[in-house]
């Protein structure tokens, strides 16, 4: 198909509740899903909603890598007209990026476990039970359709820092470290992949 364009952080269409998809089976929606997961693949990306690329639907693409999610992988997945409820009120922090907010993380309150459901590019309905890190990228790409970016999430703002900042700190406990000692460094790990797990929260 094609690589997208992505829209940062001040575009209007980020700040808009995304219509629901009410035509499915279609070439056009499939080929908006494979541009899609073409564009989250060519940036580094382990998910991408569709206002992101600058398309007012509520769509989103997403993988679970197993490193990220204590062996648990979860294959690419295309979200139609998804709705999430949490299950408990348990509530985590993890730090946080996004491809439309580009070389900044922070850290981000989220409900550790949920429920979600949505339906495929065919109209079929599917439901999900996810958490931690699952859960999180979930939840952060969900509310791109309703116009939420991470950093509304937020309940400190002095969490965030650029990436190569985190990177860089996180880099230099790590030489002052024992050897063998190294937990914060998962904390450092940065990418543009829109979610950066934090290994104390997820």
């Keep these: 198909m094609a690589i997208l364009g992505i829209a940062r952080m001040g575009r209007p269409i980020l700040k808009q509740r995304a219509e629901e998809v009410i035509d499915f ?6 080929g908006l899903i494979e541009s899609m997961t073409e564009t ?28 990220r999610n204590n062996g648990q992988s979860v294959a690419i997945t295309a979200m139609i007209n998804p709705s999430i409820s949490p299950i408990g009120d348990e509530v985590s922090e993890g730090l ?33 039970i996810a958490e931690g890190f699952h859960a999180r990228v979930v939840q952060h790409e969900c509310d791109h359709l309703d116009g939420i970016l991470y950093p509304m999430r937020m309940s400190d703002l ?7 900042v985190i990177q860089r700190l996180a880099d ?15 904390e450092g790990q940065t990418s543009n992949s829109g979610v950066i797990e934090r290994t104390q929260s997820d």
């Excluded at 060519?42 to 993988?63: S, W």
């Design 40 to 67: 989250m693949a060519n940036e580094g990306g382990i998910g991408l909603a569709a206002p992101q690329v600058f398309v007012p639907l509520r769509t989103v693409v997403f993988l679970i890598p197993e490193e």
């Design 158 to 164: 002095s969490t965030l820092a650029f990436t190569e």
């Design 172 to 186: 230099e406990q790590a030489e002052h470290e024992p050897e063998g000692a190294g937990m914060v460094g998962q």
């Design 96 to 128: 946080e990026s996004c491809l439309s907010v580009p070389g900044l993380a922070g850290i981000v309150p989220r409900w550790n476990k949920i429920r979600y459901t949505y339906q495929d590019h065919k109209g079929k309905e599917y439901e999900r």
């Design 25 to 30: 089976n279609n070439e056009r929606l499939d």
